[in-house]
């Protein structure tokens, strides 16, 4: 967990949430919500910073993505409430308990989002790191062995400074709150970089849900799906695109919406230009104002 130093910090920022107030649709399949399949529900949420209460939500979230995966999530969830002065925590505003009391609460709410990234060459030490490295290498390399040299030349060049992305949320919220939360985390490495903390990237690399029918006509590609809808406009300012299927790894609960028979469960690591962040945030605004 974090230490008590950083609890404090995170108790005295903690009034400074941004709120994000959004339309939320339930399109759970589970048949015994059937019911309410046609409802809105309208909810807040509140973009904040991550903090000791968050651990068990944070690390549901990254399992959700990372799956089976011999990556230590414990690990890696304390790293990002560790460095919670970049990124946020996405959790629902009680409008009962909407005061500022209700800021210092540290009760651990739901956290239903995150949105952060983590300095790989400066973590490099860390096992989960180490974990994650070698796993988006292996599993590239397993595709395509060219795609997979280049992925590991990328960790291993010294000029290159790789931020891992992690953009997750439970499958029913909705993608508009991507953009306030991907905002809120350009201003954090602003901030970061001000202060001479290590947040200053030449690429970004994105593990993304993704899923592609099993059965597809001869010759052709198989049509991908992402589970987050925005990252794919990632896909068309990537440097490098690699899936791989994860069928084996599914957990059955968080990836219970693409269990029909003609689906397989993938992951995608894109790997983008820095630059890229602002152009996906510029591509957002458009797609929301439409």
């Known amino acids: 967990m974090a230490s008590s130093r950083k609890k404090r910090v995170v108790d005295e920022t903690a009034s400074d949430c941004d709120e994000v107030a959004e339309d939320m649709s ?3 399949t589970d048949e015994s919500e059937n019911e309410f399949m046609n409802q809105e529900v309208q909810v807040e ?12 939500g944070i690390k549901t979230l990254l399992r959700q993505l990372f799956l089976k995966a011999n990556v230590n999530l414990s690990e890696l969830a304390d790293m990002i409430i560790s460095q919670n002065y970049v990124g946020s925590v996405i959790k629902q505003i009680d409008a009962e308990e909407e005061d500022d009391s209700s800021m210092d609460d540290d009760s651990g709410d739901t956290v239903f989002g995150l949105v952060t990234i983590i300095n790989l060459a400066d973590k490099k030490d860390k096992d989960c790191i180490q974990k994650i490295i070698s796993m988006l290498t292996s599993k590239s390399k397993s595709v395509s062995p060219q795609d997979g040299q280049k992925i590991e030349e990328l960790f291993s060049n010294p000029n290159e400074t790789v931020g891992l992305l992690i953009n997750e949320r439970f499958i029913n919220i909705p993608y508009q709150i991507t953009l306030p939360a991907m905002q809120s985390l350009r201003k954090d490495i602003e901030k970061a970089n001000k202060k001479q903390m290590p ?10 849900k993704t899923y592609r029918y099993k059965i597809e006509d001869k010759g052709q590609v198989p049509s991908l799906f992402f589970s987050n809808p925005e990252e794919e406009f990632l896909v068309e300012m990537s440097d490098l695109s690699v899936t791989w299927s994860v069928a084996s790894e599914r957990d059955g609960v968080s990836e ?9 469960a993938t992951r995608t690591v894109l790997v983008l230009g820095v630059d890229k962040l602002d152009s996906f945030i510029e591509r957002l605004k458009s797609e929301l104002a439409q």
């Open 256 to 264: 219970k919406k693409w269990d029909e028979d003609d689906m397989e």
């Open 26 to 28: 339930d399109e759970d």
């Open 199 to 208: 947040f200053t990237f030449t690429k970004i690399l994105l593990l993304c």
């Open 45 to 56: 949420f509140e973009a904040c910073m991550p903090q000791d209460s968050d651990f068990a």
